[in-house]
């Protein structure tokens, strides 16, 4: 639970945080066994943006999707600014005699920059219209197997709007400048003569424009080979083992304290409801925790273990932990590797026990067994042990792609609570029994509802959605810029065509073959697809490298992901570089010839 509060004036941090510690103690003395394991964080307002836990993933992920809008408008803009020198460089003939006739040299680049501001806006308007219907549709959006409402809301508030109309404004300007200058200094008595050199060839504007061009396909091959690692980090992902059949087992998780039950009377209503699920016909065995493996929710108390801490003066480490019941470890079929299991009679009045997983086995104790030592919790005081009488085999705790995770189970005998997540297993699909069970469940009680009622397959699918999320947005991004990059090259391919049509037609009526006019026509794209590929794949191998740690079981150099985007990128090229080219085949000397 989040609670927002305002300081009154004067009031330190401190002095909030000091007293919320006094009213956590008090809660964990009046009322023990609800609030014993539970903290009161006091954090400054600018600390959370949705949930503590979560801020730490939105931030890092915000920043990777404005770097790639960021992207997909440089890539845009160099293409408007590849038009605007093309445009410039027919056009110089009418500024050269505008100049001749005494026009001054910053009128004209002001109107220059004004065509590509107005360019820019109308641009940007239409971007807003496009920002104003997507929040409309991502506000009705609602994350699949979350069984409650979820509200979001994307305003475009004032911000919003002055931000989009200072990048808008200030992409026209920065890129139709270097097509103002050079349209504004031409040669005049070249220019007048009709002499010119010809845009298409050697020059400031066709190297500009090849930059603009190259820049492009670099970062097109970037993009695409990113989105291919990111792919292919997701289908390993997918098929990763859990530990567990998670197609076979389902969860529903409720919290009878909400609706006024009492910490035993709550208790004693999820006993009856594992009752009234596991007479559902389809359901083998149920089970109650107080946290199912990849739920959406986690706990981590600190512990202190034999070996690792000799006094309540070092620092606890945190770890997760679980309450679970005697058929926990059988449902999931989870084996137990040392020692047992939880059992029924691991009750308040039997000896505090506790299994842990194989992986906190081996991280605290890797030269002897686990099973005999002992682990304190913080809150319970130095006097307080805890037996490990099990260890159970590592499964997926949290995400699907994390390392095999420390976990602590305790018993839930132990404690009197009504919150808890009741997991039944199926033969089949569990997802088919789904609404049975929470039908039987709300026969008990119609006031009940569910904080999550799905199966443990549908929340391995949500812990990978922030993979799949940026797989498909690195993708889309990947493929716009590629579309852009290709719509320059054509440009830049069309136009050096167009304005070489002179040389080609003599060339032609000499007797050169189609052969060598299709290579001369297409040797200049060619070139700067394969300099933009050579840049981009460099610049894959920094990207890759800084997406590592998104990624599972998938080599970041993963010659599959980079041949593929190869590939796409050649082929996209081939196509915007070969039609100006084979256009070039069918111009007739003689019509040619005699235009000039």
């Given at each position: 639970m989040i609670l927002t509060g305002r300081m009154?004036?004067?009031?330190?941090?401190?002095?909030v945080r000091a007293e919320m510690e006094v009213l956590g103690s008090a809660l964990a003395t009046e009322y023990p066994q609800t609030n014993e394991d539970?903290?009161?964080?006091?954090?400054?307002?600018?600390?959370?943006?949705i949930h503590p836990a979560v801020d730490d993933v939105l931030t890092p992920v915000s920043g990777v999707l404005v770097a790639l809008v960021g992207l997909v408008l440089l890539v845009a803009c160099a293409n408007l600014a590849g038009m605007f020198l093309a445009r410039a460089t027919r056009r110089s003939r009418e500024i050269a005699i505008r100049?001749?006739?005494?026009?001054?040299?910053?009128?004209?680049?002001?109107?220059?920059?004004t065509e590509s501001t107005v360019l820019s806006l109308l641009g940007g308007f239409l971007g807003v219209f496009l920002a104003w219907w997507l929040t409309h549709l991502l506000s009705g959006f609602t994350p699949p197997q979350v069984a409650f409402e979820i509200s979001l809301s994307f305003p475009l508030d004032g911000r919003v709007l002055l931000f989009a109309l200072a990048t808008t404004v200030l992409s026209g300007l920065l890129f139709g400048l270097a097509p103002a200058l050079q349209t504004s200094s031409p040669d005049l008595v070249c220019h007048l003569k009709g002499s010119a050199a010809e845009g298409g060839g050697p020059g400031p504007g066709s190297r500009l424009r090849s930059t603009l061009v190259l820049a492009q396909l670099a970062v097109s091959m970037m993009l695409l080979v990113g989105a291919g690692v990111l792919i292919r980090g997701l289908r390993a992902a997918q098929d990763v083992d859990l530990g567990f059949p998670a197609?076979?087992?389902?969860?529903?998780?409720?919290?009878?304290?909400m609706y006024g039950y009492e910490p035993e009377e709550g208790a004693d209503f999820l006993e009856r409801i594992l009752q009234q699920v596991q007479a559902l016909p389809g359901v083998e065995r149920t089970s109650l925790t107080a946290r199912a493996p990849l739920a959406i929710n986690f706990w981590t108390r600190d512990l202190y273990l034999q070996g690792r801490h000799g006094s309540p003066a070092d620092e606890a480490d945190l770890l997760d932990v679980t309450y679970v019941d005697e058929h926990y470890f059988?449902?999931?079929?989870?084996?137990?590797?040392?020692?047992?299991?939880?059992?029924?009679?691991?009750?308040?009045?039997?000896?505090?026990?506790?299994?842990?997983?194989?992986?906190?086995?081996?991280?605290?104790?890797p030269d002897g067994s686990a099973v005999g030592r002992w682990i304190r919790r913080d809150s319970e005081g130095w006097?307080?042990?805890?037996?490990?009488?099990?260890?159970?085999?590592?499964?997926?705790?949290?995400?699907?792609?994390?390392?095999?995770?420390?976990m602590v189970h305790f018993s839930r005998y132990r404690r009197a609570s009504g919150y808890g997540s009741v997991l039944f297993r199926t033969a089949g699909n569990a997802?088919?029994?789904?609404?049975?069970?929470?039908?039987?469940?709300?026969?008990?009680?119609?006031?009940?509802?569910?904080?999550?009622?799905?199966?443990?397959?549908?929340?391995?699918?949500?812990?990978?959605?922030?993979l799949d999320m940026a797989a498909s947005l690195v993708s889309v991004f990947g493929l716009l810029t590629l579309v852009l990059a290709a719509i320059g090259l054509y440009g830049i391919m069309a136009y050096s065509v167009a304005v070489r049509r002179k040389e080609i037609g003599v060339r032609m009526a000499?007797?050169?073959?189609?052969?060598?006019?299709?290579?001369?026509?297409?040797?200049?794209?060619?070139?700067?697809?394969?300099?933009?590929?050579?840049?981009?794949?460099?610049?894959?191998?920094?990207?890759?490298?800084?997406?590592?740690?998104?990624?599972?079981?998938?080599?970041?150099?993963?010659?599959?992901?980079?041949?593929?985007?190869?590939?796409?990128i050649l082929l996209v090229a081939m196509a915007a570089n070969g039609a100006p080219a084979f256009r070039a085949l069918r111009l007739d000397p003689m019509i040619v010839l005699r235009e000039e």
């Open positions: 009154q004036p004067g009031v330190e941090l401190a002095d539970r903290e009161i964080r006091v954090l400054p307002a600018g600390q959370v943006r100049q001749s006739l005494g026009a001054d040299r910053t009128r004209i680049v002001r109107q220059l920059l197609r076979e087992i389902g969860i529903v998780t409720l919290d009878p304290g059988d449902l999931l079929d989870i084996p137990i590797v040392a020692g047992r299991g939880i059992r029924s009679s691991d009750d308040r009045d039997a000896p505090r026990v506790a299994v842990v997983s194989a992986a906190l086995a081996r991280r605290y104790w006097d307080v042990r805890y037996e490990i009488v099990g260890v159970a085999a590592d499964y997926k705790v949290r995400s699907v792609t994390e390392q095999p995770r420390p997802e088919r029994v789904l609404p049975e069970v929470t039908r039987a469940i709300q026969t008990l009680d119609p006031r009940i509802a569910f904080f999550e009622a799905s199966t443990l397959d549908a929340s391995s699918r949500i812990t990978l959605a922030p000499l007797g050169a073959s189609s052969g060598e006019i299709l290579r001369e026509a297409a040797r200049k794209g060619c070139s700067l697809t394969l300099a933009g590929v050579a840049i981009g794949l460099v610049g894959a191998v920094g990207l890759s490298s800084g997406i590592s740690s998104a990624l599972f079981a998938v080599d970041p150099l993963d010659p599959m992901a980079y041949l593929g985007a190869l590939l796409v």
